[in-house]
């Protein structure tokens, strides 16, 4: 069974960095795509980047690109979301959510998600 487990987070002030790792244990991460999505207080989860398999391809939300980096290293079976300039309209908890295949696709799609980490953004 592949598990994931986020980390990284914490409280950061607008206009700061946070680095999130999802760390996978269970199977290797070589055959996922793997994507960070984030839910805030009585909103809907959204996507917010996704990388493929190979680490040739990623996406992300208007809203947090240019700010945003996902990368991934698929010897420390890790993906890694890189966060600058930080708004509070980031703040949210924060999932990691893997898709068995080599490219991203629709949230439907990932079947193995992690526990979450919390980001908040704030003065």
């Known amino acids: 069974q592949l598990q994931l487990v986020e980390s990284g987070g914490g409280l950061v002030q607008p206009g700061g960095s946070l680095r999130l790792s999802c760390a996978a244990s269970g199977r290797t991460l070589t055959y996922y795509a793997i994507g960070w999505f984030r839910q805030a207080p009585g909103k809907e989860r959204e996507g917010v980047s996704c990388?493929?398999?190979?680490?040739?391809?990623?996406n992300y939300a208007d809203s947090v690109k240019g700010r945003f980096t996902i990368s991934r290293d698929n010897a420390k079976n890790t993906v890694y979301l890189q966060m600058n300039s930080l708004k509070p309209e980031d703040t949210a908890i924060y999932y990691c959510?893997?898709?068995?295949?080599?490219?991203?696709?629709?949230?439907?799609?990932?079947?193995?998600w992690g526990q979450g980490t919390q980001v908040t953004v704030s003065s």
């Open positions: 959510a893997a898709r068995w295949g080599r490219l991203c696709g629709p949230k439907a799609d990932f079947g193995s």
């Open positions: 990388i493929s398999s190979s680490g040739g391809s990623a």
